[in-house]
């Protein structure tokens, strides 16, 4: 069996060394930081295939929210994932009706999707948000979850390490070489390691760890502004989707908020103060389609860097003539982590591509 090198802890990396640990393989898993210090600690981390095109891309990840069931299935229970379905809406007429559209091509590709009145959303399902009038129609995306990135990493690491798996953390990976047979990864401490194999899992920054190779991974990456709220009793059980506002639970007394009208307005910052007016405004928001929170208060603000391969769609699989190199980079890997574990696992240890993955091969680059 080989020895395989994964960079990045995060929901790839982690799914990765999960199962490749699992079909036998010997495996380092590297992180610079801690797991899930990277994007999948800074996500709004719904599982969903809503407004994924095109078609293929939109297959992938209902395959990545069914590798979610399949997982826990075979867990016996995934404490990280909350199954609370989504609410859409929105008060405004062109984006209504792009959302009727949306709506009529997910119902025809099978997605479960329905029309509900406001009134009934606030009957039968979330009492406490607002709406512009009783017959407003709200989009119900019941299959859809959320995800809590950090625990999900950690458990399956922690499963990896169990099984004879090694996580490296607080070492960055500084230097990738290759060797007759394999590759050589250098460490921030200089120390060496070698491997037969490397999965390259490194988020935002895997076209650093490419490059490193001479190969060029173009990224195009883009940050989002995450502004968490504590708040009084649980004033929301469901994602929501509002005309200018995004909303989960985030864990007991706590909501995740974010927008992406936001987002452009964050330059290429790293770092937010809580109290910054753009995390003010989010919360502002929030308050008027949740009116029971007006006493939420700001805990934390995040920013994000979505690591999206040029093309916006995923960029899996082994390296045309870099045999052994595989990148593993995504958007949407709070969706498909799972499955994209499996996926290049099968891929590393089997030889077998998946026929899912045709679409989304690094050759494209
Ligand atoms: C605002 C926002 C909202 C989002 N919403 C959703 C959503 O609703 N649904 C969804 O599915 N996805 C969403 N995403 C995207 C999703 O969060 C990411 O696709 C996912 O977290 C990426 O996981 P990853 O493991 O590929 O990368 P990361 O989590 O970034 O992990 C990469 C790891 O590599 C490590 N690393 C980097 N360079 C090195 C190096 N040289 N040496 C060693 N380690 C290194 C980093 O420390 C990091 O831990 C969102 C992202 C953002 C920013």
Redesign the pocket.
Known sequence: MPKVIV???????SSVAFRLVQSGVEVVV????E??????????????ANEKLPRSYFDLNVAGMREHDRLEGELGGAPWLHRVGNLTWTGDPVRYDELCRRMERLQSWGYNAAWLAAEDVNQRLEPGLTFSGPNMRVAWFPDESWLD?PLFARSMLDRAAYAGGTLRTG????GLNRTGAGYVATLADRTRIEADAVVN?????AD??SGMLGRHLPLSPS????VRVAVEGQPLGRIVHGTDINVRPDGAGFLML?HESA?PLLGDRDTIPPDDSRCRDLCKRARRVLPGISAARISEARI????FPRDGVSCLGEVPGIPGFYE??????????PLVGRLIADEIVLGNVDPMLTEFRPGRF
């Open positions: 960079v990045g802890a995060g929901m790839i990396g590297v992180d610079r930081a797991p899930a210090s990277g994007t999948t600690g800074s996500s709004f981390a719904w599982v969903n990135g070492q960055a990976v500084t899992a490194a988020g935002p920054d650093q760890i940050r989002g502004l995450l974010h987002d994000g860097v979505r690591p593993a980079v995504t958007h949407s890997a709070v969706t498909m982590g």
